[in-house]
């Protein structure tokens, strides 16, 4: 009986309720403080890597939709054995050309891609083709940020009718003309007639306002005498504030006939910030158009 009563006392102490006055430990200030803190860093993290990732994205998207504006360009060419004017803010993606009998003019070297013209899809209300940063900034004051750039080679300071922008270099079936336009392009030789194209160049520094616009080193020449160039502003279009050099050369060019293209360049970084994008269309690529669709020998 001892024994039992032993361990009758023994369980009845066990299963006792907890000490009058004893609760359960909860977080102190601190320890809610500090989970705050790892709280906001993770999602500050988190947030930076989705804004990056969102970034990436919409570089490539732009990429595919100035790839897409080039076949549109050289589809054209095919078809009709020249390359299109720039449109303008008031012509609604139409080109802005000047007909006078056989001869094409473009009043302007630079401006924004006729995708109207083009026949392009997915435009804006404008008849505009924007970068994936379509948030219609820049829409109201008709400067446009997030509409596609293009500038053709117009040759200025020779004859019209050989630019790329008249049916088949201005002489439909000409066996000659095709060898004639070749030195407005080629950069070599006869000084008056070389370095008429476009140029895609590296940076902006030390520009020349005339013969090879990038200047002297070779380095800085990317594609020399092309014979059109479109371009996305990237997605910092709407912060002109904060513009680089080169970024300010592409928006409103200091020299003439000149885009820059180089890597992308954060935004505090040394040269930044630069996320535009540009692709360009050789003379040869021209050149191969117009004699596979029969407009040039």
């Known amino acids: 009986m001892k024994k039992l009563h032993t361990r009758l006392h023994r369980a009845a102490r066990t299963a006792s309720p907890a000490r009058p006055g004893r609760r359960p430990r909860g977080f102190t ?10 709280l906001a860093l993770a999602s500050g993290v988190i ?5 990056q990732q969102i970034e990436q994205r919409k570089m490539a ?3 595919a939709i100035l790839t897409r504006a080039q076949d549109a360009l050289l589809a054209y060419v095919t078809a009709y054995g020249y390359l299109p004017c720039p449109a303008i803010a008031a012509t609604n993606g ?39 940063w379509h ?17 053709v080679a117009t040759l200025a300071g020779t004859a019209n009718a050989w630019a790329p922008v008249n049916p088949g270099l201005g002489a439909v079936n000409s066996s000659g003309i095709r060898t004639a336009v070749q030195p407005y392009f080629a950069g070599t030789g006869n ?11 590296y940076s902006s520094a030390s520009l020349l306002a005339t013969n090879d616009r ?31 050099t080169d970024e300010r050369q592409n928006y409103t060019p200091t020299v003439a006939r000149v885009v820059i293209s180089h890597p992308y360049i954060a935004k505090g970084a040394a040269g ?10 050789s003379y040869p690529a021209i050149a191969d158009r117009l004699v596979s669709a029969g407009w040039v020998q």
């Open 61 to 63: 998207d732009t990429a």
């Open 214 to 244: 990038c200047g002297l080193s070779a380095s800085n020449d990317l594609a020399p005498n092309v014979a059109a160039i479109i371009w996305s502003l990237g997605g910092d279009a709407n912060d002109i504030a904060s513009y680089s």
């Open 29 to 38: 200030l601190v320890e809610v403080a500090v989970s705050l803190v790892l």
């Open 272 to 281: 930044g910030p630069f996320d535009d994008q540009v692709s360009w269309i």
């Open 94 to 132: 139409v080109e802005n050309a000047v007909v006078v009998g056989t001869t094409r003019t473009c009043p302007v070297e630079t401006g924004f891609l006729p995708a109207k013209t083009l026949g392009m899809t997915g435009l804006d209300t404008a008849g505009l083709l924007e970068s994936a």
């Open 135 to 151: 948030d219609g900034a820049g829409n109201s004051n008709g400067t446009y940020l997030r509409v596609i750039r293009y500038s």
């Open 47 to 51: 947030i930076a890597v989705l804004r």
């Open 191 to 201: 000084p008056v007639k070389n370095n008429h194209g476009l140029f895609v160049c």
